[in-house]
């Protein structure tokens, strides 16, 4: 148990901290489009590693999402004006290291994205009961799994944080004021969005968690219209309208594919108690 939660929390923190490094690097837009791609990665190794049959309705879903994601992060995306002719040293050496620095920024971003959906797949594979555990079961496994990976996060991976403070490459403080409140909002509100995650793939699969974790980013944008009053904008509604619909349209396909496995299973299940009757 001890070294599954290694393995798999080493695998969450290379594709989370991925985000956190290619941030700096690349734009927003790119960050959003490329990370929640992690949908599509999720569903690719969920069918060699979980055995999932390759279906058209859930590729069609992944789809669907994806291209709400890319509308969110590109509709609204102005086009960068280059001023003049592509000349002088100064500007074009800038906008060199630009470009260069979103090209890395992505690949960075790219290889978080493969990671996240791996490590959805992971935990599917390595650290859920088996089939056939009682949901309440399955929720209470999915938080000590969860409790776990925190364990793990607070006892070992810590350990960087000192070394990279005094060597200067980053410097840590403790928040206070204003900012450790809203720090103390954000770490309550993403446990109880990691630990629901965690259980709706220990319940269904790492496909349909990931497509829901991609309406998050329809929430924020309703969030960030009421919170500072500037509505929506098209390219919000009509990529979260997407997502919304890929959603349900996952959700329909595994509620059809687990009802076939229960039907499966039973009739399964009843050959066997025949053959029994008839060696008896």
Request: include cysteine; aromatic fraction near 10%; glycine fraction near 10%.
């Amino acid at each position: 148990m001890l070294r599954m939660t290694a393995f798999v929390t080493t695998a969450l923190t290379v594709a989370g901290g991925s985000w956190y490094v290619a941030v700096n690097l690349t734009s927003p837009s790119d960050l959003t489009a490329i990370y929640n791609c992690s949908a599509f990665f999720a569903y690719a190794f969920s069918v060699p590693l979980l055995k999932e049959k390759l279906r058209w309705d859930k590729s069609f879903a992944v789809l669907v999402a994806i291209i709400g994601v890319l509308i969110v992060a590109y509709g609204d995306a102005a086009p960068t004006k280059h001023g003049g002719k592509s000349g002088g040293s100064v500007g074009g050496g800038k906008e060199e290291k630009e470009a260069s620095n979103r090209v890395a920024g992505n690949l960075i971003i790219g290889v978080g994205s493969v990671l996240y959906g791996f490590y959805e797949v992971l935990y599917k594979k390595l650290a859920c009961p088996p089939e056939g555990t009682s949901p309440g079961r399955g929720m209470v496994f999915a938080n000590t799994f969860g409790s776990l990976i925190g364990s793990f996060t607070l006892l070992v991976l810590w350990i960087p944080l000192p070394i990279l403070h005094v060597l200067g490459w980053e410097e840590f403080e403790l928040p206070h004021g204003e900012a450790a409140r809203l720090l103390l909002v954000s770490v309550l509100a993403n446990a109880v969005f990691s630990g629901s995650f965690l259980v709706l793939i220990s319940l269904t699969s790492p496909v349909l968690s990931s497509v829901a974790a991609l309406l998050t980013i329809f929430l924020v944008a309703i969030v960030d219209w009421l919170w500072t009053g500037i509505p929506l904008s098209a390219a919000a509604v009509v990529g979260g309208l997407l997502i919304i619909a890929a959603f349900l349209l996952l959700s329909w396909s595994t509620y059809r594919e687990m009802s076939e496995e229960r039907r499966k299973r039973q009739v399964d299940l009843s050959d066997e108690d025949e053959s029994d009757d008839v060696e008896a």
